[in-house]
């Protein structure tokens, strides 16, 4: 059974990243693993890790309804999360990694975000790049 690795955050892009996660996971009979991850330090706090996870119980009841055999991997190490999640993907064997993007400016589309780039240009696998409606 092959993996799909999804990064999810409790944003319009990751919920787009999740939906079609989940279908690819579906349509390639593969395991998902979702992957939430934060840099931790004062911003995380015990309100933001309480906030963080309610809502990975929700990405849980979302996936418990949708057939797939999934894992939720929701990391605080201090590590860049375009770090975690081609991390998880390189030791799952993932066979694609889905990420969501947001909507940019004019002058944001010049530069895609840090992580987003990140993953795409070292993961080992190819990259599915969901924009968020």
């Known amino acids: 059974m092959g993996t799909v690795v999804v990064g999810y955050v409790p944003k319009p892009e990751g919920e787009a990243a999740l939906n079609h996660a989940v279908a690819e996971a ?5 395991k998902l693993v979702v992957v939430n991850s934060h840099r931790g330090g004062s911003e995380f706090d015990a309100d933001a890790s309480t906030q963080a996870e309610r809502d990975m119980n929700a990405v849980r009841r979302i996936l418990d309804g949708s ?3 999934y894992d939720v991997r929701q990391l605080v190490r201090g590590f860049e999360p375009a770090e975690d999640l081609i991390s998880i993907a390189e030791a799952n064997a993932a066979e694609l990694i889905v990420i969501g993007l947001r909507r940019r400016s004019p002058v944001g589309k010049l530069i895609l975000g840090s992580n987003a780039q990140r993953v795409l240009l070292d993961a080992h696998c190819p990259v599915l790049a969901v924009k968020a409606d």
């Not at 579906?26 to 593969?30: N, P, S």
């Open 26 to 30: 579906k349509l390639r009979g593969a």
């Open 67 to 69: 057939g797939v055999e």
